[in-house]
């Protein structure tokens, strides 16, 4: 299985999986194979790339409580969901995205 290391001069690589690092990058907006491949995120875009993970962290969080809502109105035991969630998927980068803009530091990816 491929994998995705982050990298910036702000703080230790980061290393997803791929189909982790794809989700991630895609909340990003960085949805075209050029940019799935390589790319860099520029300290001035970190603050609109923290608001969109937030958004789509919230997001699934509130479709799970939906969900488990419907479950127990329905009277079925709740459903069942991946393992990891997307908030703690994201959270490492999160991390990396508040160092990287605090020190101007670019993140790269796949150079």
Known sequence: MSLYKFKSRACADLIMLEPNGRQLLTILGKEDAASLRQGILLP??????ARALRA???????????????AQ???????????????QRCTPFLDM?????????????GV
């Open 97 to 109: 995205l508040a160092r990287a803009q605090a020190e101007e530091k670019e993140i790269v990816w």
């Open 73 to 87: 109105a329905a009277g079925q035991p709740a459903p069942r969901f991946d393992g990891v969630s997307l908030r």
């Open 44 to 49: 001035e875009h970190m603050p609109a790339a």
């Open 56 to 70: 789509a962290i919230a997001h699934e969080e509130a479709q799970r409580a939906q969900q488990i809502e419907e």
